[in-house]
């Protein structure tokens, strides 16, 4: 028997709690809001999600402070935190999520290396934030960091 996909069960806790949901993606390059799309009916939780991919749009678009990504890099908790807030303002979600991180092959430094990932999730009551790290190839990385963001919106929401 197949398993069912996490995406299925917070589809499910989000329509029970008659919650919204927004995301602010940029390593994981819109694999989260394809997950979360994947659910049929998604449209009654999901406001939708940018993928602030540059640190142009992540300023522009989400307002992060360019001072912030200078003094922390793009990769960081600071970072992750100010992308949640901005989806926050943008959609007018319950809860929302971020995530920043270094998918590879290149980019990464001894302090932030490839697979190297913040995940904030933001909900009327908190925000979290989660470091993550994962070896693998460049989709490999992708993959369990869009995994790791769909755990962390499911503890968010709860049961």
């Keep these: 028997m197949k398993a ?14 008659k919650k919204t949901f927004a995301i602010a993606e940029s390593c994981t390059g819109g ?5 979360i799309t994947d659910v049929p009916g998604s449209s009654r939780y999901y406001r939708g999600g940018v993928v602030a991919y540059s640190n142009a749009i992540k300023i522009s678009i989400l307002g992060v402070p360019k001072e912030l990504i ?6 960081s908790r600071q970072v992750a935190k100010a992308m949640a807030f901005g989806m926050r303002s943008l959609t ?8 920043t ?3 590879g092959p ?9 697979g190297l990932a913040y995940i904030s999730v933001l909900s009327n009551k908190s925000c979290t934030i989660k470091k993550v ?10 993959t369990v960091f869009a995994e ?12």
Excluded: N
């Design 4 to 17: 069912k996909l996490i995406e299925f069960d917070i589809a499910a806790r989000f329509r029970k709690k």
């Design 31 to 35: 694999l989260v809001s394809h997950r």
């Design 70 to 75: 200078k003094k922390h890099g793009a990769v």
């Design 92 to 99: 007018g979600a319950d809860i929302v999520a971020a995530v």
């Design 101 to 103: 991180g270094i998918a």
């Design 106 to 114: 290149s980019g990464g430094t001894p302090e932030k290396p490839v």
């Design 133 to 142: 790290l994962f070896e693998g190839s460049r989709m490999e990385i992708k």
């Design 148 to 159: 790791a963001v769909l755990k962390e919106i499911k503890k968010k929401i709860g049961a």
